[in-house]
T-cell receptor, first 116, second 112 residues
Framework: ETGVTQSPTHLIKTRGQQVTLRCSSQSGHNTVSWYQQALGQGPQFIFQYYREEENGRGNFPPRFSGLQFPNYSSELNVNALELDDSALYLC???????????????FGPGTRLTVL | GIQVEQSPPDLILQEGANSTLRCNFSDSVNNLQWFHQNPWGQLINLFYIPSGTKQNGRLSATTVATERYSLLYISSSQTTDSGVYFCAVERYSGAGSYQLTFGKGTKLSVIP
């Protein structure tokens, strides 16, 4: 069974640039969520994708957008980068349906983004 | 939104000691998970525990959903237990949508 993978591991960008982060879900999982973890904080929910559509969103501006592909891999895009976007970005996958879900969200190793 | 509070924020233990980490949440939840984050940032799921008690080796967890708290017990701590422990609660928001809300974590340092 393949776990959740993310790329790249580290990334350095400058303010105003755009960035794309990538995630491959765990085999068999069809739901992916993205989280932002600032230094010293817990992860914060950005959004979730299910069946290639956004299925829930946290308190993040529209310059944070995403895609989910038919193979359940996903991208997180951030436009007009700001210094406060520097964080660890985590991807998590899980299996739907949820009514009697007994599995967990499985997290990838994260991408550490630094905005200068 | 739902609030998740963890205590203590920091904990220093001598190797071999026991500890209890607490997680309080402000509203009813569908599920609760405990994670360990290693120094490289990887979140490792420890327990998926919406209610009741579970044990895995030296770790155990108890969730009392009606009183909105969960406890993580670490016995005979080892230096490899060091890291940040997060509690995260999950709520369904309809149409299959759900999200984890994390606490700020408990930073555990186990010294030899």
């Amino acid at each position: 069974e393949t776990g959740v993978t993310q790329s790249p591991t580290h990334l350095i960008k400058t303010r105003g640039q755009q960035v794309t982060l990538r995630c491959s879900s765990q085999s068999g999982h069809n739901t992916v969520s993205w989280y932002q973890q600032a230094l010293g904080q817990g992860p914060q929910f950005i959004f979730q994708y299910y069946r290639e559509e956004e299925n829930g969103r946290g308190n993040f501006p529209p310059r944070f957008s995403g895609l989910q592909f038919p193979n359940y891999s996903s991208e997180l895009n951030v436009n007009a980068l700001e210094l406060d976007d520097s964080a660890l970005y985590l991807c998590a996958s899980s299996l739907v349906p949820l009514a009697e879900r007994t599995d967990t969200q499985c997290f990838g190793p994260g991408t550490r983004l630094t905005v200068l | 939104g739902i609030q998740v509070e963890q205590s203590p924020p920091d904990l220093i233990l001598q190797e071999g000691a026991n500890s209890t980490l607490r997680c309080n949440f402000s509203d009813s939840v569908n599920n609760l998970q405990w994670f360990h984050q290693n120094p490289w940032g990887q979140l490792i799921n420890l327990f998926y525990i919406p209610s009741g008690t579970k044990q895995n080796g030296r770790l155990s967890a108890t969730t009392v959903a009606t009183e909105r708290y969960s406890l993580l017990y670490i016995s005979s701590s080892q230096t490899t237990d060091s890291g940040v422990y997060f509690c995260a609660v999950e709520r369904y928001s309809g149409a299959g949508s759900y999200q984890l809300t994390f606490g700020k974590g408990t930073k555990l340092s186990v010294i030899p």
